[in-house]
T-cell receptor, first 114, second 115 residues
Framework: AQSVSQHNHHVILSEAASLELGCNYS??????LFWYVQYPGQHLQLLLKYFSGDPLVKGIKGFEAEFIKSKFSFNLRKPSVQWSDTAEYFCAVSSYSSASKIIFGSGTRLSIRP | DTGVSQDPRHKITKRGQNVTFRCDPI?????LYWYRQTLGQGPEFLTYFQNEAQLEKSRLLSDRFSAERPKGSFSTLEIQRTEQGDSAMYLCASSLGDDVNEKLFFGSGTQLSVL
């Protein structure tokens, strides 16, 4: 069965620090990968996605993620975080053989100190 | 339409009662998903519709849970004989298209508390 692991449950950074949130998935077939973000008091929204092509994907608000197939990873990065990046971040995976089911990781809470 | 709407926002019920939630997806979105989220966890897949057809239901979902999307527009999720373990945020999401790489638009959720 598909699964997604996010090993960092809570990350605390100062403004301007660089960010990398880990995401590993367990599925050997062709996958689609997503990062969703939930800002305080708001609903989940898509940050970026990968389904084919360039493994380095750029999303909104300066975020990017790199798909490394050999490591089953899709880590999220941002070179310089802002206080407004405080949110919960969810990695998710789907596959063409999973009947459109999108599986989410348990999330990483990011707190930015101003 | 500005997004996915869910009603009610909060529901408090006593154990053993039935509850029903409603989701209105973005107009013309053909796919509709229900997820459940508990504190400290990511959304857990419950079921999914393409138009009016329910194409998949999680094996974790007991027979007390049923979902419908009768006209391929809004959807309802019913929980019969609620248990305290059903307390969670129930999220609805919709998407447009036939590929699993389409982005999901989420509603704000219905927070269920079973006393």
């Amino acid at each position: 069965a598909q699964s997604v692991s996010q090993h960092n449950h809570h990350v605390i950074l100062s403004e301007a620090a660089s960010l990398e949130l880990g995401c590993n998935y367990s599925y050997g077939g062709t996958v689609n990968l997503f990062w969703y973000v939930q800002y305080p008091g708001q609903h989940l929204q898509l940050l970026l996605k990968y389904f084919s092509g360039d493994p380095l994907v750029k999303g909104i608000k300066g975020f990017e993620a790199e798909f490394i197939k050999s490591k089953f990873s899709f880590n999220l990065r941002k070179p310089s975080v802002q206080w407004s990046d405080t949110a919960e971040y969810f990695c998710a995976v789907s596959s063409y053989s999973s009947a459109s089911k999108i599986i989410f990781g348990s999330g990483t809470r990011l707190s930015i100190r101003p | 339409d500005t997004g996915v709407s869910q009603d009610p926002r909060h529901k408090i019920t006593k154990r053993g009662q039935n509850v029903t939630f409603r989701c209105d997806p973005i107009s013309e979105h053909n796919r509709l998903y229900w997820y459940r989220q508990t504190l400290g966890q990511g959304p857990e897949f419950l079921t999914y519709f393409q138009n009016e057809a329910q194409l998949e239901k999680s094996r974790l979902l007991s027979d007390r849970f049923s979902a419908e999307r009768p006209k391929g527009s809004f959807s309802t999720l019913e929980i019969q004989r609620t248990e305290q373990g059903d307390s969670a945020m129930y999220l609805c999401a919709s998407s447009l298209g036939d590929d699993v790489n389409e982005k999901l638009f989420f509603g704000s959720g219905t927070q269920l508390s079973v006393l």
